[in-house]
């Protein structure tokens, strides 16, 4: 009897949050699905499923994260919160992409518990103290750029 996708993804979340991946991304083929897993930076093949695994699999996340199942010609993308073993929570971002017989699909994997403290963001003073004001205004929006998943000192952010 073959798994269900919500069995298969929720097996494939665990296994990236316990290799601390940041991302998971799926390139499907004619045959098989390559699962790789972006872990400290490096993209690594963690796993081969069958494309039709994977078209069940894309049709079961494209729903829970609020993407149209019936279309695969336009980038769509989506979010989902995930809870890893009861405790620690994550927000899934997803993203598709057309090809041309299917679609690819990347999960980013935002960990919502380890975000550091202000005063650990190598901030200048002026810039904490501008940011603290920004923080009590009721409206507006704070934009930080970057790259994701930087090493802080054992904080990862």
Do not use: W
């Not at 897993?37 to 078209?55: D, F, P, Q, V």
């Not at 202000?118 to 009721?138: A, C, S």
């Amino acid at each position: 009897m073959q798994e269900s996708p919500s069995v298969i993804a929720e097996g494939l979340m665990e296994k990236a949050i316990e290799q601390q991946a940041s991302d998971i991304h799926f390139t499907p083929d004619t045959n098989e699905t390559n699962v790789y897993m972006r872990i400290h930076g490096k993209r690594i093949l963690a796993n081969r499923i069958s494309t039709l695994t994977y078209r069940k699999l894309i049709a079961y996340y494209k729903f829970i994260s609020g993407m149209d199942i019936g279309e695969m010609q336009k980038p769509q993308d989506g979010a989902m919160p995930f809870t890893y073993k009861g405790q620690q929570h994550y927000s899934l971002r997803l993203s598709t992409l057309p090809l041309k017989q299917s679609e690819s699909l990347a999960i980013r994997i935002l960990p919502q518990s380890d975000a550091p403290m202000l005063e650990k963001l190598f901030l200048f003073p002026f810039q904490l103290q501008l940011l603290r004001q920004l923080l009590t205004e009721r409206t507006g929006i704070i934009l930080f750029t970057g790259p994701t998943c930087c090493v802080l000192g054992d904080n990862v952010i």
